[in-house]
């Protein structure tokens, strides 16, 4: 509770993929995206710009993900780094490694792969 201040998420939704919308290919994004619908390819904000990534309980993403903060109460289907913050709610659910600097993980959600700590480390491209 004493890290609430400090791991606020932007509630400024720059740009909103919607419940009936699936999109095939990368996305790169900056400011607030929220995902309700389904996404097939990488996600990732633009370089020097610290962005927000919300994907709802209905919303997916078969793909890499790469964030500052991210709220995940959906599904991701790749490898997942947040350079910040990462909350995964109940209803989370990633198939792969997730990258995180700081993580708040509710009671339901669920991870098959790696948790890699990044501490005060830059995410470097892997791939």
Excluded: W
């Excluded at 998420?9 to 720059?14: F, L, P, T, V």
């Excluded at 909103?16 to 990488?42: C, Q």
């Excluded at 350079?83 to 709610?89: G, K, P, T, V």
Aim: glycine share 12%.
């Amino acid at each position: 509770m004493f890290f609430k201040k400090a791991n606020k998420i932007d509630s400024r939704i720059d740009t909103l993929v919607g419940a009936d919308t699936r999109i095939e290919g990368d996305l790169h994004f900056s400011g607030g995206l929220r995902v309700d619908g389904a996404i097939r390819g990488d996600v990732t904000e633009q370089n020097g710009t610290p962005s927000t990534l919300i994907i709802s309980e209905h919303g997916s993403i078969e793909g890499a993900v790469t964030a500052a903060k991210i709220v995940l109460n959906g599904k991701v289907i790749g490898t997942v780094k947040s350079s910040h913050f990462i909350e995964l709610q109940t209803k989370a659910r990633i198939t792969g490694d997730l990258h995180y600097k700081s993580l708040e993980m509710h009671t339901g959600a669920v991870i098959e792969g790696k948790l890699v700590y990044i501490g005060d480390n830059v995410l470097e491209d892997t791939e």
